[in-house]
C-alpha cells in the first residue's frame, strides 16, 4: 500500500471508532509521525493532503522543516535537551514534550526574541515507568502553574506515551488517567483554554483504544510510512 492509501486507511479508521462512540471525528487530529522517514515520504504524504507531522530529533526535524515548512506543520514530540530550545521555538507548531520548567523557560526566552508564541502540551509519564520521560501526574499541576508565569507559552494539555504492554488494551487504563488528569487540571484552571484540553495519546498499534478514551491527537508512524529505517541527515 502507498502512503496515500494508509493515510485514507487510517482516517477511515479514526472516523469509524470516533461515531462508535459519539465522538466527532473531526475533533481527533493525526499527527504523522516521520522520524526517521525520508523527505521523500513526507512529500508524498504532503501530496496527499496531510499537514501535521511528528518529528523527535531537533536537527532532522531542521532540515525537513527548512525544506517543507511551507506546505506542513511540525510537532516536537521526541525528548529536548534545553540547548536546542531556540531552534524547537523557532520550527514547531506544537511542541508536545515539555516535561520540566527549565525548558519552558528557555523556550519562552527563545520566543520573546522571535516575537512569536508557542503551543504547548505537558508529557505525563502517567504509568509512573522509570523507563520514560514525562513528568510524574502528580507534578503537572506545580509545572503548570510555573508555566502560566511564562507570557509566550500556550499550554493546551497533556501528552503520553504508555509502558508497554502485550496489547493495546492494556494502554487503556493509561489513557484514562491521562483523561481523568487533564479534566482535573483544566478545573483548576491551569490550561490556556480549560474548555478544551488537547490529550495527545495514542500510536500505531493502540489509537483506537486512545480515541475511545478521548484523545485528540494521535501520534502514528509505522501504520503510515512503514517501518523505520535510519536517520535521516
Ligand atoms: C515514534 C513515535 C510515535 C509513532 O510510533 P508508531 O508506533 O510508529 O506509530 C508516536 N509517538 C512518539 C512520541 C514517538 O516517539
Redo the contacts with the bound molecule.
Sequence with gaps: MSISDRLTAIQKTIATTARNCDRDPATIQLVA?S?YHSIASIEEAIIAGHRNF?E?YIQEAAKKWQLLSDRANFHF??HIQSNKAKLAAEMFSLV??VDRYKLARSLNNHLEKLGRSLDILIQVNIGQDPNKSGILPQEAAPLLEKISTLSRLRPRGLMT?PPQSESAEGSRVHFKNLRTLGTDLASRKLFTDNNKVDLSMG???DFKVAIEEGATII?????IFGQ?KEFVK
Aim: no cysteine.
Design positions: 509521525v522520524k511528528g523527535n514530540i521526541g508536545e514534550t506515551i500510536m500505531s498499534r501520534r502514528i508512524g509505522t501504520a523505520r
